[in-house]
């Protein structure tokens, strides 16, 4: 079993930074993705960004094409933790803010219904 615990949402100007976290905790995996979801209101739950680690593939990190350029994801292995930098955030960045993990990893990005664990959410608003 695998939990995750997201922290580190808030409201924001537009322009502004935040970074929210998410911690797993339960048994580490050679094949799996930890992965940033949103859901704003009345929107369906998009993928934002992913760490993959699959000893096959090598993994890697990839991000929806509204954040590339913003928006930096990032691992501490030792913390068991992902980070979400947000940078040059928009209104529309506004949403709650889902960690997710696929395990073990189906190569599955972005789909949200292939990620079997998920943390309660964060939100992040962001005003004009």
């Known amino acids: 079993q695998v939990q995750l615990v997201e922290s580190g949402g808030g409201s924001v100007q537009a322009g502004g930074s935040l970074r929210i976290s998410c911690a797993a905790s339960g048994t580490t995996y050679s094949s799996s993705s930890i992965a940033w979801f949103r859901q704003g209101p009345g929107q369906e739950r998009e993928g934002v960004a992913a760490v993959i680690t699959d000893v096959s593939s090598g993994g890697g990190t990839y991000y929806a094409d509204s954040v590339k350029g913003r928006f930096t994801i990032s691992q501490d292995n030792a913390k068991k933790t992902v980070y979400l930098q947000m940078n040059s955030l928009k209104p529309e960045d506004t949403a709650k803010y889902y960690c997710?993990?696929?395990?073990?990893?189906?190569?599955?990005?972005?789909?949200?219904?292939?990620?079997?664990?998920w943390g309660q959410g964060t939100q992040v608003t962001v005003s004009s």
């Open positions: 997710a993990a696929q395990i073990p990893y189906g190569g599955s990005w972005p789909y949200p219904w292939e990620y079997n664990y």
